[in-house]
């Protein structure tokens, strides 16, 4: 399969999924970068806590499962975000603008899975032309992303208005 229809799938799959099942996409993005903070500062310990209960000591074993310990702490805070708050986008309208956030976690996603991945298939994606595009453009991704979804967030914040409260009256 040629690279760029893997990473268009690495891209679409969360997209798509995101929409359908009506999740609020942008928690999901904040899970994805909760996520990545766990790969920089748990999984050296995560790795070396496997490598001693493992007792094969095979450098490919350790390296292998040194990449999934970290695509599993990638991707757990995603799907356990993902699985709870299905459902939680109502109304077109919202849907609609869940959309923009969406794709934020799709190309962020990528950006984050695809080094992850198996080393031939890495290897495949990291050396084509779209990769290189992908790769310059990623300080646009994060940041665009990331304000689309506070705004999304922002505009999603429940409504404090006076008028309609019912409650004791206070005398003066």
């Known amino acids: 399969m040629s690279p760029a229809v893997i990473l268009a799938a690495i891209v679409l799959v969360p997209v798509v999924l995101l929409m359908v099942l009506r999740v609020n996409a942008a928690l999901v993005f904040l899970s994805l970068c909760l996520g990545d903070v766990l790969v ?16 094969a000591r095979v450098t490919s074993n350790v390296s292998a499962s040194s ?3 970290r695509l599993v702490l990638l991707l757990l805070p995603v799907v356990l975000t993902a699985v709870f708050m299905i459902r939680t986008v109502r109304g077109s309208s919202r849907l609609l603008l869940n959309a923009l956030p969406s794709a934020g976690v799709g190309l962020l996603g990528a950006l984050l899975v695809v080094p992850l991945l198996s080393a031939g298939l890495s290897h495949n994606i990291v050396h084509s032309g779209l990769w290189d595009q992908v790769q310059r453009a990623q300080d646009l991704i994060v940041g665009t992303s990331a304000l689309v979804c506070l705004l999304v967030l922002w505009l999603q914040r429940p ?13 003066a």
């Open 40 to 55: 920089q500062f748990i999984s050296p310990d995560a790795n070396s806590f496997f490598s001693f209960l493992s007792s």
């Open 67 to 69: 990449q999934t310990v």
């Open 159 to 171: 409504k404090t208005g006076g008028e309609g409260k019912k409650g004791k009256r206070h005398k």
